[in-house]
């Protein structure tokens, strides 16, 4: 009996430091290995390509006018409900006489950048406004156009997602005819005309 109890220890005993020793390894090994994080905001490491984060306001690069015309699609779209816009009716275009976003309950889910008409909403390639004042992240116009001026916008616009989601057309019929008289052509025993 005594025998057995001294065989089960030295057993456990032998595991127990086969677990260590592989632990301690492990540790080891993490020691001498190059550190995966940064020193964030010292060091940022570059954004993936197709990266959109913060919300903003453009402006027209040949004009410099504000690029929204505050017809609110994007506050119609938007499924938390955190854009409201004003419409200001002007005699060449209309305007956003106001323009919010509460930035603290968006879900960046990026409807609004796919409805806007005119690109004037975008997402930037930053996440970069953490803050402890949960105030400021109610963005107003003036706020959200200086994020845009702030950050390198990402590739995505409105005008362009859309532009991808579209189906091609089908060709005019007087196109199609010549092709598929082509195709009939280039088969063994078809008609070339
Ligand atoms: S990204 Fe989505 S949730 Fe955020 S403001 Fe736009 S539509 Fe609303
Ligand atoms: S940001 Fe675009 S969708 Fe929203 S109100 Fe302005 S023009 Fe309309």
Known sequence: MARRIGQSFWRDFFQLCGAVGRAMKVTLLNLIRRPVTVH???????????????????????????????????????????????????????????????????????????????????????FDMSTADRRELLLDKDRLHQIGLMFEPSWATGNLLRDMQTPPKAPARHEAEPAKAAEAGAKPGGKAE
């Open 40 to 126: 964030y905001p010292d060091k940022t490491r570059a954004y993936p390509d197709r990266y959109r984060g913060l919300l903003a306001l453009t402006y027209d690069k040949e004009t410099g006018e504000e690029n929204c015309i505050g017809c609110r699609l994007c506050e119609y779209i938007c499924p938390p409900q955190v854009i409201k816009v004003e419409m200001l009716k002007a005699e060449k275009r209309n305007y956003a006489k106001v323009f919010t976003l509460e930035l603290y309950a968006c879900e960046f889910c990026e409807l609004c950048v796919q409805v806007c008409p005119t690109d004037a909403i975008i997402m930037m390639k930053s």
